[in-house]
């Protein structure tokens, strides 16, 4: 059986900005939702990821669940 679309959601990558030179990186969405610290690879400093409201938790879930009632409109 596949991966849920919550994981599947919290596996795949995201285009930030750094804080401080703009240089954009590449972080999981499972970083944020650990809130990792990671190290820009040009200016070097230090950036925590947050999720603040902790919506990124919940996220993949939610998708699911709202594809899982449209396709039980469509099938059920």
Request: one cysteine or more; proline letters at 4%.
């Amino acid at each position: 059986m596949g991966q849920s679309l919550a994981t599947q959601f919290l596996h795949s990558d995201l285009d930030i900005p750094c804080p401080a030179c703009r240089y954009i990186m590449w972080v999981r969405w499972s970083e944020i939702v650990a809130q990792c610290v990671i190290t820009c690879p040009c200016c070097r400093i230090d950036v925590r990821l947050t999720d603040g409201e902790g919506g990124m938790q919940t996220a993949g879930s939610a998708i699911e669940q709202q594809i899982n009632q449209a396709l039980k409109g469509l099938f059920g």
